[in-house]
């Protein structure tokens, strides 16, 4: 059996680290906001080359997190229209809704599984004061065709780099580095997966910075005065030790990510079979490997019936989930069909040679 995705054997290679650190941690007594958060932030933001990073709860938060300090600076307010792709996790969008702006959904573009770039200027209004691209499937989204675009317009531009930690663009720049603010997730299965939930936003605005280290607990400058409305997100100390652990080695997984990558590419030689754009450059970690075919209910059952797990990334489009009635009677008909066909096959950094040769013949004999 090979699965999709094993994140016992992920963490098992740090279980001596983690082990150690969370020893000194339970000794510390600092269970909350404390000196290993701190540190956190101070290596992800150098990784990253931002100015600022703030450990938030998850990778909701730290989207909506963004969009409320903003409101707070007054760059957006109750209403304004955030443009964003249709075909995106939900939680992009539901950090729109959370905080009280409005999505303004765009059609996929099939090669690039992106928002159709020429769509962008059609789509805005004079309402529309931000952009939110997500790096989805890790693969960075075209960073400078959208700042130009929102530079023009007088858009912010907020990065959903939930998938993507590591990815980097033709200059060498990181995801999270690529517009005013960028919020990632450290949810178990991602690229730097935390043995919880977590997440963080990265920006070079010291203000927003400022802003969003308050909202996180409580809206408090310094204890127990509240200067904000603020939430309680912070991320936790514990989740912390565990991520400064990985931290280190996510290049290196990234690196493997992308070897399985290229095998993939070159190796799986299927007509049934549509296999996913890539250059060959830094610009996508694959955090999934997602791949189209037309029969996807009984091509899974094979993969199945042959010991090889899958997934669906992902099977509803946002705008027609139950959770999204105001968005239902939108159609997008290019995301639509994107939805009916990918499938995800195993990627991890801990997969072995041998693992990736029998998905390439297994996908080949089908
Ligand atoms: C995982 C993910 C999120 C949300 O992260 P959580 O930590 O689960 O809240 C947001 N956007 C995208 C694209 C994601 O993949």
Do not use: W
Request: glycine share 8%; with cysteine; hydrophobic share 40%.
């Amino acid at each position: 059996m090979i699965p999709f995705l094993d994140l016992h054997q992920v963490n098992l290679r740090f279980e001596g680290e983690f082990k150690a650190n969370y020893e000194e941690f339970l000794k510390s007594g600092r269970y909350i906001l404390g000196e290993h958060l701190q540190l956190f932030e101070k290596e992800f933001a150098d990784y990253c080359g931002t100015l600022e990073c703030i450990g938030v709860g998850n990778g909701l938060d730290a989207l909506r997190l963004i969009l409320e300090a903003y409101k707070e600076m007054g760059r957006l307010g109750a209403g304004d229209e955030v443009l964003v792709s249709s075909n995106t996790f939900i939680a992009t969008i539901l950090a729109i809704k959370q905080a009280g702006l409005k999505p303004l959904l765009v059609e996929t573009d099939p090669n690039t599984y992106n928002f159709k770039i020429d769509d962008l200027a059609q789509v805005a209004t004079q309402k529309t004061k931000a952009i939110m691209p997500v790096h989805l499937y890790g693969q960075l989204s075209p960073m400078e065709d959208i700042n130009s675009f929102a530079d023009k317009n007088g858009l912010l531009v907020i990065e959903d780099a939930a998938q993507a930690h590591g990815a980097k663009d033709v200059h060498g720049k990181f995801a999270g580095n690529l517009g005013d603010a960028a919020a990632f997730s450290f949810y178990p299965s991602k690229n730097l997966g935390a043995l919880g939930d977590g997440g963080a936003v990265t920006t070079n605005d010291t203000k927003l910075a400022e802003i969003v280290r308050k909202l996180r607990n409580y809206g408090a400058s310094s204890k127990y005065i509240n200067e904000l409305p603020g939430f309680n997100s912070r991320l936790d100390e514990l989740q912390a030790v565990f991520l400064r652990t990985k931290l280190p080695y996510l290049d290196a997984d990234n690196k493997r990510r992308m070897q399985i990558a290229a095998r993939y590419l070159s190796e799986i030689n299927n007509e049934k079979i549509s296999l996913p754009m890539y250059s060959g450059a830094t610009d996508h970690v694959f955090h999934l490997f997602v791949i189209r075919v037309k029969d996807r209910l009984e091509f899974m059952e094979y993969l199945k019936d042959h010991g090889v797990g899958s997934l669906i990334h992902y099977p509803i489009p946002p705008h027609k989930q139950p959770a999204l009635k105001e968005l239902n009677q939108l159609s997008f008909p290019l995301c639509e069909q994107i939805h009916e066909e990918v499938v995800s096959i195993p990627m991890s950094p801990v997969m072995m040679d041998n693992e990736v040769s029998q998905v390439i013949s297994i996908l080949n004999d089908y």
